[in-house]
Each structure stands twice: as C-alpha cells, then as structure tokens.
C-alpha cells in the first residue's frame, strides 16, 4: 500500500453493488451521501481542535498518522482495525519537558541524553579487557573484595543538566560529560573584551624536586564559581562585604604556591581569606554540585609542609580541612607518586566522590556526608573503595591517569598514561572496554549522545612518535562509540613536539586543551584545538569537524601556541561563540558559526592582550601565558597565567 492510502479491514462485509444499474445507483448515491457527512463531521472536529492532518504512513497493519497541534507541535496518533472492524485511536500523550528551575544552565535545557548504557552490541574484540590480559583489583576500606564487587547503592549519571543544584561551575569543564565550561546566556553586542579585575598576589612554591618553582595557574587550573544563597553566605567565613551582596558569585582558584583564592566574580575582590593547603595544586578542584559547601582539592607535587600526598576536603563554611586521603599504602602499581591533578565527580544521588590518581587507582569515596542547613554544620566519614588494573603488556611503573573522568549512567570514561582509553563500570568495578590510542594523552574524554548511543571524543598528544629531540608528528583525534569501544571515524593533525632528557626538559605539542561539544546552532559540530602547529611553541588550530563525518567544516589559526582549553558560549538565540587563550596572554574572541566560508579574519571577532598590574608602575604585557582553561558565567570570562594574575574578561 503507498503513502497516503487509507487501510481497511478486510472482511467480507464490503459494498457490493447492485447488478440492476438503478438501484446500484441510488444505493451508491446514499452511501456516498453518508460518507460525505461523516467526513464532513470529522473535517469539522479536526478543524475546531486547531488540527491538520499532515501525512498517513501504512506500517503493517497500523496507519499512522501526524497532526499539527494547537501550539504548532508535531502529534502522532495510530490508527488500526479492531476486532470487529471498526477504526480505533490511539492519541499518546508525549512526556511534558520539565520546567527549567532557577538553578540549572540554559545552555544545557532541556535535557537531550536518554542515558542508556544496555546494549546487544558487543565489545569490539581489540577493545575487549580480557584479550589483552587485564588484572583487576578492588579493595573495600582497604580489605580486598575476593567475591567481586557490587555497589550497595547503584551510581547512574543522568544528562548533565542535572549535575548541578545551584547555579555554577562545579567542576573541571563542568559537569558529569564534561562538555561546558560556560554558564547562562552571553549576548554578544559589541564584539569587545574588556579587562576588567586582576589580581596578582599569587606567589610560587619550590617544586619537590628542588629545580624549579610552580608559580601561578598551569593546566588545567580552571577556576570554578557558584552562586550562594544568601543564608549560606551568611554563615560563611567571609567577608563583610561579601555577605552583604545581594546574588554574588563567588570564584575559586586553587594555585601553585599551594593556596585556594576566593572573589568576586563582577569585581575580583577577595570574598575571605586564601585557604592554605600547604601543597602546590596544578589540576581543578571540585565543589559538592549538591550546593554543599565541600571543596574537593587534589595536589600536584610532594612538596610544602604536608604530610599528606593526596587530596583534601574542606568546609567552605570555615575553611576547616575535614578530610585527607594518601594512597601510599594501597599497593598502587605506580607507588611513588600519589598526585591528584584530574578534577572529581561527585554523584549526589548516592554520595559518591569518584577520583582518579595518578597512582594508577580509581578511587570511590562513600562520603556519608551529614549536613545540617539550620545548624550550619557538615560532617562527612568517608569509606575508600579502590580499583587497580594492569594490562599484560603494561609496566606498573607507568601506571596513572592525569584525564579528569566523564560519566555517563554507570559508565566512567578516563585516558591512563600508557595510552589506554577505558570505560569501566562504577557499580561492579570491571573494565567493560579499552582501547589503546596513538599516543599518549592526559585529555579528558568529552561524552556527547546521539540517537540513544553515547559517544567519546579524544585527541592525543606528540609524545610517543619519535626520540629524543625536536620532530613532527600526528596528534589523533577520534569519535568511538562508548558503548563498544568502536571507532566511528579519526582524524589527526601534523604538530611538533620535543623531547628532552628529562620530563622537565620536554615540551609537547597536539592536543591539550579539552574539545568543545557544539550546541544550538552548532550542535553538529565538535572542535579540538591542536598546539603547535606552526613549529616548536608555534602556532594553535582550531579545528571544528562534523559530528557524523569526520570531515573539516572550519579551521582558526593562531600565531601563538596554548595548552588552555577552548571554551563555547552563546547567546539566547543560538548563536555560539569561543573564547580561546594563548601563550603570549592575549585572548581571542571568534565566531564558531559552522560556515566554511568565513576566513580565518571573518572568524575572529577581537583578540585581547591582558595587562598585569594594570594602573600601576610595574604595568606589562609581557610575561603572561595562559595554560590554565576559563571559565564563562553570563558575559564574565575568569582565567589564571602561569605570572600569577587572575584575570576577570568581560565579553560584550
């Protein structure tokens, strides 16, 4: 039967007409009559509902049909043959969109992904664990799990609208799929960047090896912020001032000399006094999405006064340290080293502060977190679950992950340093895939859902292609589904890198900054930025490819190299916008519209040189390089140099 062709049920209760021609005729000319006013009537109820009918597709023995509705909506009904004969409808009711509440981000609403990770599809066979000889460990409060391990209370990691119980960046790009480093609507008027705050008073620690010192913000050390209450700032430990400001929000900034930094996101006025962590901190921290006032804060170096090498939770009501986790003794793989530069999920359904280390441990803390509003207190007893794995033609000594993980359902996504991209089940602690890339990364994986199947983006870095010295090779992106570990398609870019004698010694080139995710009007696009493109510290690309394809849409080069994540905004229209910071501390401002058309000076709108002690006799606009990553809240760009400045950008 063809499209548009009405089904009916065969039976042998058909017309037939009459073989006296006359009487065949005035039966026919009643019957018709009869059908003309019932088509009529239905005509006129279909046309008082404000409905029209639009198309009917024949399937079988089902007829379905689509209607506009009262709002302009597309509504589908099945029509089919009963028992005896006649026509029933079946008018499904879609599920209503939730309404926005006052706290998630507009940019992420409503919510896209299903988040099913169940599948009949099975594990690519080079992806699978056990081909490759995978040991797996898993300790509970430190006595090991004989039996397996099945987690009492399921984690499952919704679409990352939910992330969030109040309004702010939680965490290192965001969120559970890592896919937004930006907050709430930017309208784009004049195309300008203006410095609007710096702070300068981040000094320098001397790194453990004795050889150097960490100063400033490196990557990732993105900033986070978050919009308090006002009877939560009203408890807090800050500021007069800061308690007396109607909506503020607050930026955090965890630095290298080993000290977490509290403003104004309008003013960069300090909001309290710099919590000391005593320990340089390289990575992101996290806050409690929850809207807790818990910090999660990983350190990078075995250096300062601690005895601790590992993380530290704090109460943001006093600045008090409430916890601290060393994995010395946990008979990591990798035991000499137990630096926490990835940045934290925390699942606030089941209280779950999931962390990876550069040990080679995945670490899950139950945080059995007690915390009272009207008290103004919190309390947390954290129990240690912790999974280890190698692989056959692994060492141990190599063992680590600096990627920060992405969660999607009961899936957790992260890159180790020996190359292998791995999706591992929160619940049961089991390598459900991994695939091992070109090269070596420390990217974070980006998750992004299409049709009910998540998929993984990642670049690597020119690290492993060639020996010591200076040399030219692949940094490779790729789009895999995260279900299989199946590569939908891989793409690479020529960058140049160098190898020293000592890691100290050695700077890389490829992919360091975290893709972009596109949105709205370029939702089908992803953008990787790759480093060095033009020579050794030359030259960055922006580089943004078809989600589907693969294939180049547009390109934005840059004179100077950067490890600084690109970040997407937009307007309320859709329109979407990157902001992207380099080497020599100027920032671009581009168009990310997906138009090949556009040259490379089309596609810039402005590129900012920041300014250190800006007003002062000390003013400069050498010596500030941008490797940290920014973050974006309604119109206010915030991102840390290496000189020790943070810097608060408005885009207008």
């Not at 008027?189 to 000094?203: A, K, R």
């Not at 503020?248 to 006094?273: C, H, M, S, W």
């Not at 490797?627 to 810097?647: C, D, H, K, L, R």
Request: net charge negative; proline share 5%; with cysteine.
């Amino acid at each position: 039967m063809n499209r548009g062709e009405q089904y009916i049920e065969p039976d042998n209760s058909y017309y037939k007409p009459s073989r006296d021609p006359g009487e065949g005729t005035l039966k026919l000319v009643v019957v018709m009559t009869a059908l003309f006013v019932l088509l009529t009537g239905i005509l006129a109820v279909v046309y008082f509902n404000k409905n029209s009918v639009q198309e009917t597709l024949v399937t079988g023995q089902t007829v379905i049909e689509s209607y506009i509705g009262p709002d302009g909506e597309i509504v589908y009904t099945e029509v089919y043959p009963n028992e005896t004969g006649f026509i029933s409808v079946a008018s499904p009711t879609p599920s209503p969109i939730p309404p926005m509440t006052d706290y998630q981000n507009p940019i992420l609403y409503p919510e896209s992904a299903s988040v099913n990770t169940y599948t009949d599809d099975p594990v690519v066979s080079e992806c699978d664990p056990a081909s490759r000889g995978i040991a797996e460990q898993v300790t509970v409060a430190g006595v090991i799990a004989e039996d397996g391990y099945s987690r009492e209370t399921p984690i499952w990691f919704t679409d990352p609208v939910y992330y969030g119980e109040a309004k702010g960046i939680f965490t290192y790009r965001g969120n559970n799929f890592r896919n937004c480093a930006s907050f709430g609507y930017t309208e784009l008027i004049n195309g300008d960047l203006t410095q609007v705050w710096e702070y300068y008073e981040i000094g320098t620690m001397l790194a453990s090896t004795m050889n150097f010192e960490w100063s400033g913000l490196r990557w990732t050390g993105q900033p986070l912020c978050i919009k308090w209450s006002d009877g939560m700032r009203s408890v807090m430990d800050m500021y007069d001032s800061a308690k007396q400001q109607m909506g503020l929000v607050e930026v955090i900034v965890a630095a290298l000399d080993g000290k977490i930094y509290f403003f104004n996101l309008q003013t960069g006025e300090p909001t309290r006094d710099p919590i000391d962590v005593g320990s340089s901190i390289k990575g992101t921290p996290a806050l409690d999405p929850r809207g807790y006032p818990l910090l999660y804060v990983g350190q990078t170096d075995n250096n300062g006064d601690n005895t601790t090498f590992g993380f530290y939770i704090y109460s943001l009501i006093d600045g008090s340290r409430l916890y601290s986790y060393d994995g010395s003794s946990d008979g990591a793989y990798r035991s000499n080293w137990n630096a926490f530069d990835s940045s934290p999920i925390i699942d606030g359904a089941t209280d779950t502060l999931i962390w990876p280390c550069e040990n080679g441990m995945i670490y899950t803390f139950d945080l059995n977190t007690n915390y009272t509003p009207e008290s103004s207190t919190i309390s947390i007893a954290p129990v240690c679950t912790a999974y280890k794995y190698i692989f056959s033609d692994n060492t141990g000594n190599r063992m680590g992950v600096e990627s920060s993980i992405a969660c999607y359902g009961n899936y957790g996504y992260f890159v180790d340093n020996t190359m292998n991209l791995c999706c591992l089940d929160l619940n049961t602690l089991q390598m459900v895939w991994t695939k091992v890339l070109g090269d070596d990364s420390d990217v974070t994986p980006v998750i992004d859902e299409e049709d009910g199947i998540p998929y993984v983006y990642i670049g690597t870095e020119v690290d492993n292609q060639g020996g010591t010295g200076q040399y030219s090779g692949a940094a490779y992106i790729y789009k895999i589904n995260g279900l299989t570990g199946e590569t939908v398609w891989q793409s690479s870019e020529p960058c140049y890198t160098y190898n020293g004698e000592t890691s100290e010694t050695d700077q890389s080139g490829g992919c360091f900054g975290n893709p972009i995710i596109g949105k709205y009007n370029i939702s089908n696009l992803v953008i990787f930025s790759f480093s060095m493109t033009n020579g050794l510290a030359s030259g960055n690309k922006l580089v943004a490819y078809d989600k589907d394809l693969g294939t180049v849409v547009w390109e934005y080069n840059m004179n100077c190299y950067t490890y600084s994540s690109p970040v997407d905004f937009y307007d309320e229209k859709g329109n979407a916008y990157i902001v992207i910071c380099d080497s020599l501390g100027q920032i671009h401002l581009i168009d990310a519209a997906a138009n090949s058309a556009l040259t490379n000076e089309e596609r810039r709108i402005t590129v900012l040189q920041a300014v250190k002690h800006a007003g002062t006799p000390e003013e400069s606009t050498t010596g500030i390089c941008f490797e940290a990553s920014p973050i974006v809240y309604e119109g206010m760009m915030i991102v840390g140099s290496t000189s020790g400045s943070v810097f608060g950008i408005a885009i207008s």
